[in-house]
């Protein structure tokens, strides 16, 4: 049984012998290669996601406190 190849980035299935004929393998295009380098090259986006604009008011207005 041959498992379904699929690209990492926007999981078209990709042909049964695309390691072979693929030049962009294991991704189904140039564009998606291109996207992956840029996630592992720019890691900060993930830190973006996480920050709570909530609790980064509550640590100004901490500081702010600390200074008087
Ligand atoms: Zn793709």
Request: proline share 4%.
């Amino acid at each position: 049984m041959v498992r379904a190849t699929t690209c990492g980035i926007c999981n078209n299935v990709l042909p049964i012998d695309a390691a072979k004929t693929l030049r962009t393998f294991p991704f189904c295009s140039e564009r998606c290669q291109q996207i992956d380098l840029h996630r592992w090259m720019d890691g900060r986006y993930a830190i973006v996601e996480d920050a709570d604009p909530e609790e980064l008011l509550e640590q100004l207005h901490e500081e702010d406190e600390f200074d008087e």
